[in-house]
């Protein structure tokens, strides 16, 4: 998990809040993921980001929006919560120095929306 | 959406045992090969990557991957009780693309 920090790292939401999960890494890296795990379903890609500025859907985008506006950070934002959105959320990075497709992981943020 | 299977198991061996974990994928044309390991409420930890036709190994663990029949799998030798996880399999086209997992294969390992 060296390099990817997450916050919060755990959140319970009422249906129709709203919030914002933030991701940060420290290896100055252009690619950066969301990804969503749910039992059964294994890790889900939500959306990507291959450089400051750009982002783009993945497997399953709706119901969130991203925002990548420096190299470092990049949020993945709940504009309304349904309980369907109760997942634990993990974001990935590259490391410095190794294959771009190699992601490693931060620690996750466990959200419960009820 | 290209898929990748695991056997969910769970896969139970005993202490000191090879354990063999198996992954089949869909596109012929996948490049990358990564087995992650989860524990139970952390992340996702890299443990091996695969780029060519071939076994890898590093300490107790060896990935094998064959193109021709898309298939990789991961090998386990003197398996440990902290080695109990969940591992995932991953899989994606080409660098600097999203990965593809699988959904994963639980592993027990009792003394």
């Known amino acids: 998990n060296a390099g990817v920090t997450q916050t919060p790292k755990f959140q319970v939401l009422k249906t129709g809040q709203s919030m914002t999960l933030q991701c940060a890494q420290d290896m100055n890296h252009n690619s950066m993921y969301w990804y969503r795990q749910d039992p059964g379903m294994g890790l889900r890609l939500i959306y990507y980001?291959?450089?400051?500025?750009?982002?783009d859907k993945g497997e399953v985008p709706n119901g969130y929006n991203v925002s990548r506006l420096n190299k470092r950070e990049f949020s993945l934002r709940l504009e309304s919560a349904a309980p369907s959105q109760t997942s634990v959320y993990f974001c990935?990075?590259?490391?410095?120095?190794?294959?771009?497709?190699?992601?490693?992981f931060g620690p996750g943020t466990r959200l419960t929306v009820l | 959406q290209k898929e990748v299977e695991q056997n969910s198991g769970p896969l139970s061996v005993p202490e000191g045992a090879i354990a063999s974990l198996n992954c089949t994928y869909s596109?012929?044309?996948?490049?990358?090969f990564f087995w992650y390991r989860q524990y139970s409420g952390k992340s996702p930890e890299l443990i091996m990557s695969i780029y060519s036709n071939g076994d890898k190994e590093d300490g107790r663990f060896t990935a094998q991957l064959n193109k021709a029949s898309q298939y990789v799998s991961l090998l386990i030798r003197d398996s440990q009780p902290s080695d109990s996880a969940t591992y995932l399999c991953?899989?994606?086209?080409?660098?600097?693309?999203?990965?593809?997992f699988g959904k994963g294969t639980s592993l027990l390992v009792t003394p």
């Open positions: 990935a990075s590259p490391p410095t120095g190794e294959r771009t497709d190699t992601q490693y």
């Open positions: 980001s291959a450089s400051e500025g750009t982002t």
């Open positions: 991953a899989v994606n086209l080409f660098s600097g693309y999203a990965l593809n």
């Open positions: 596109d012929r044309v996948s490049q990358s």
